[in-house]
């Protein structure tokens, strides 16, 4: 097949496609589309050069029928010329297959390794130490709130060991062995964080003060659980083949996190419970797509669902995407906004409450109570942090058996709260669409060579810009002042407080690139989508709340594009503490997918907001976020498996275990200290062996062969949970012995404890009812350090046994 993509590039796009039919006037030529939706979009490009090709279900079809030009939809990806030989030298070409490939160039597709991708866990994009910069605070569980100053290797006794040195009150140090990394957190609070004295006892008195509060909002969370799991939600039934064509109409390939929130979401739909689950997913990542799937089971079952948006822009263009989505499904949708007529609206209205209407898009009028849905099953809440807590109160009430799925890219603070308490289901889309560049970002003090430079490097691309001007009063003055620097642009002004028709007519001449420049207030923060805008300039962006910034770079770059935002402030004596930590949190987090992140900074500079409580920018208590989540999730799992919950417990002691043996990460391994760090953290946090033996594998992946210090590490590590578990403190063992510390309700059978020290007197003996001393004297050779670890496996295996044995007898 010769070459013939269609380039847009030249005045005539078809150019190659044209000459090849022309020189093969008695050829039959079939196109293919790899979906439905494909179809389309080909079927649209051919008649654009006036090809109009007959619609055929199969290549078979095509080939017995009589028609010169066909187009179906099937996998293949090349195409190719079937030829006949006339005489002995000439070839004749008969039929001709031209895939989209050929038409469009090649597929984007995603390259990253599938099924390798193991599922994104939440807990660890927030819990992760990873992002501990020196003069961070941390909490220790038990000496309270302290700054961290570095990762130090210290030699004691002829035995290296990284320590994590932690800054306290009164110039003091605290050095952290890493195998204890997992009593450290991240403070998430208050800014200026006071940190605690050693050796004094406010720590403990703030930390009970917080488990006692734990107690009651671990209740209280359980309560909400209960309801949610009982709430009986409608069950919907899915129609495989009518999904499956609906799904292969999807112009893109998805992303692997996009498919496992379809997956859960659908799921929560098909099953008995009310849903109701949060999806972050950072802007144009595919969280609308996740949204139509979702109204496409509902409708397909019969129920209507409405969704809500904060914005008139955004309905509409809500509206327009529906529509062209649901083209080919005898679904109907309507749109309520401030561009309909007082007239319209009311017709609207009445055909919701007759049934005619299946979705219906509109802004926060879609919950007033002179709104009667026939029969709603699910409501989709885009952006839920713009809407206000009455508003919020309202979607509440709808809440009780109506299917609910909210989106949003920088969640609020109290939402992320709910999602991480596991009030509420969460999904995170955190992979970007295929060739997608991250936006460069730009912090910079206002400057108007700095101005036409990134205006006119846009235009001159063939791009378009947003000057974003957050004040109606001057917006004009600025158009002006922007039109005289840069002649050479297009302008045209865009605000709330225009007429309904106006604003809509400048956003759509803007989307058909009648003007390239846009002078506009935040009115464009949501879901305006123009792929050739590619660069914003945010005039006084230090007057913007860090979700809105992030809102607003994410209007630019949706195309495979580079991008650029620049952030223009005043000088640095006129902005506030926290505007610049905003600015440094948005410019530090260029990632795609930083939404999430940011939403935790925002935790850190705003505070939490209680989890249940009114108070949205609260505090969250004294201990920090982290450590606050940490031991809530201990206390409910508690509660769950009606436990009593003790104070004791919920500020309960972590197993230590000292065997005088190298465990660490050595630095000539993994150099990087924070990877260490994350390295570290995630070993001591280990929930099981298998969490252990996942770690080992991915270390030897990506670094090599795991050198005997680190093997220790993981090996302590797993010693530790087996501890935890028969109910040991403290483990400390040397070359000529060590000791075994019990908790005092630790559930083991004391008398195998007995029978131990009788069997072997010289060996064992009691010091104090709660601490097992053994010891090697005599000519017995010293205990090696491998033979350490195997020692105290095997007593920690015979103490496992003989509680099995306990509960047993118990019965």
């Known amino acids: 097949m010769p070459e013939l993509a269609v380039n847009s590039a030249l005045k005539q796009p078809f150019t190659a496609l044209n000459e090849f039919i022309r020189n093969n006037k008695n050829q039959r030529t079939l196109f293919i589309a790899e979906t439905q939706g494909r179809r389309e979009t080909v079927l649209e490009l051919l008649e654009r050069n006036n090809i109009k090709p007959e619609l055929f279900n199969s290549i078979n079809e095509f080939k017995q029928s009589e028609a010169k030009v066909g187009l179906t939809v099937n996998a293949l990806s090349h195409g190719f010329i079937i030829t006949e030989q006339q005489n002995s030298s000439i070839k004749a070409a008969v039929f001709a297959v031209i895939t989209e490939t050929e038409l469009l160039g090649d597929r984007v597709r995603q390259t990253r390794r599938r099924g390798k991708n193991k599922e994104i866990n939440s807990d660890i994009i927030f819990k992760n130490l990873a992002e501990l910069s020196i003069g961070q605070a941390v909490v220790h569980i038990e000496h309270g709130i302290g700054r961290y100053i570095g990762l130090q290797s210290i ?181 309520l906004s401030r561009f309909k007529t007082a007239k319209e609206q009311k017709e609207v209205i009445a055909k919701v409450a007759s049934g005619h209407v299946d979705i219906l898009i509109g802004t926060h009028k879609l919950i007033q109570s002179e709104i009667k849905y026939k029969d709603l099953g699910l409501l989709i809440v885009d952006e839920e942090h713009r809407f206000g807590v009455k508003q919020k109160e309202k979607i509440k009430k709808i809440r009780s058996n109506v299917d609910i799925l909210t989106l949003t890219a920088t969640p609020i603070p109290r939402t992320l709260n709910m999602a991480i308490g596991g009030m509420r289901d969460l999904s995170i889309i955190a992979t970007p669409p295929a060739r997608r560049l991250a936006v460069k970002t730009f912090v910079h003090q206002r400057d108007d060579a700095l101005i036409r430079e990134s205006v006119l490097r846009e235009i001159l691309r063939g791009g378009q810009v947003y000057f974003l001007h957050n004040n109606v009063e001057t917006i004009e003055k600025t158009a002006l002042d922007i039109q005289t620097l840069v002649p050479e642009a297009k302008i045209v002004t865009a605000h709330g407080q225009m007429r309904e028709r106006d604003l809509e007519r400048v956003m759509s001449d803007f989307y058909h690139q009648r003007f390239n420049v846009l002078v506009c207030t935040t009115i464009i923060e949501t879901g305006i989508d ?22 607003l770079r994410g209007r630019v770059g949706r195309s495979h594009h580079q991008a650029y935002a620049y952030l223009l402030t005043p000088h640095a004596k006129r902005m506030t503490k926290d505007a610049k930590k905003r600015l440094d949190a948005i410019a530090s987090l260029e990632d795609l997918g930083a939404g999430f992140t940011l939403a935790t900074h925002d935790l850190e500079i705003r505070g939490a907001g209680e989890l249940l409580g009114e108070d949205q920018s609260g505090q969250m208590s004294q201990i920090g976020f982290s450590l606050y989540m940490e031991m809530l999730d201990d206390a409910v799992a508690a509660l769950k498996e009606g436990k009593q919950l003790s104070l004791d417990q919920t500020t309960r002691k972590q197993t230590e275990i000292d065997l005088r043996i190298p465990a660490l990460i050595p630095e000539d391994y993994i150099f990087d200290v924070s990877l260490r760090l994350s390295l570290y953290k995630r070993i001591a946090s280990g929930k ?28 302590i590590a797993k010693l530790k949970l087996k501890a935890q578990k028969v109910g040991i403190i403290r483990i400390d063992a040397s070359e000529n012995g060590g000791s075994i510390e019990f908790n005092p309700n630790a559930n083991i059978d004391p008398m195998m404890i007995i029978a131990l020290i009788q069997a072997q007197p010289t060996k064992y003996k009691m010091n104090g009812p709660t601490k097992l001393k053994f010891s090697l004297k005599g000519n017995e050779r010293t205990i090696e350090a491998k033979d350490r670890l195997l020692l105290i496996t095997a007593m920690l295996n015979d103490f496992a046994k003989s509680q099995t044995k306990k509960a047993k007898n118990k019965k």
Not at 179 to 198: D, F, Q, T, V
Not at 262 to 284: F, W, Y
Not at 534 to 539: F, G, S
């Open 688 to 715: 099981n062996n298998n969490d252990l033996d996942d770690i080992q594998v991915e270390l030897i992946d990506r670094f090599g062969l795991l050198p005997q210090a680190t093997k220790n590490l993981v090996q």
């Open 530 to 551: 123009v792929p050739s805008a590619n660069t914003i300039i945010m005039d006084r962006a230090d007057h913007l709340g860090l979700a809105q910034l992030h809102q």
């Open 155 to 335: 030699e004691t006794s002829g035995l290296t060991t990284e320590f994590l040195v932690l800054a306290y009150a009164n110039e003091a140090k605290l050095y952290v062995p890493v195998a204890s990394l997992h009593l450290i957190s991240r403070y998430s609070g208050a800014e200026n964080a006071p940190l605690h004295k050693l050796g004094s006892d406010s720590w403990s008195k703030a930390k009970r003060k917080a488990a006692e509060k734990i107690r009651d909002v671990a209740a209280e969370l359980l309560d909400v659980y209960a309801k949610r799991e009982n709430s009986q939600g409608y069950h919907y039934q899915l129609n495989k083949e009518d999904y499956r064509s609906f799904a292969d109409s999807f112009g893109f390939e998805e992303t692997t996190d996009q498919e496992q929130t379809i997956h859960a979401v659908i799921g929560d739909m098909r099953s008995p419970k009310t849903m109701d689950r949060l999806v972050c997913g950072d802007v144009g990542f595919g969280k609308t797509e996740v949204a139509m799937r979702a109204a496409f089971v509902a409708v397909n079952d019969g129920k209507q669902v409405a969704i809500l948006v904060p914005t008139t822009l955004l309905a509409q263009q809500h509206y327009e995407n529906f529509r062209d989505r649901f083209a080919n499904w005898p679904v109907n949708i309507e749109v």
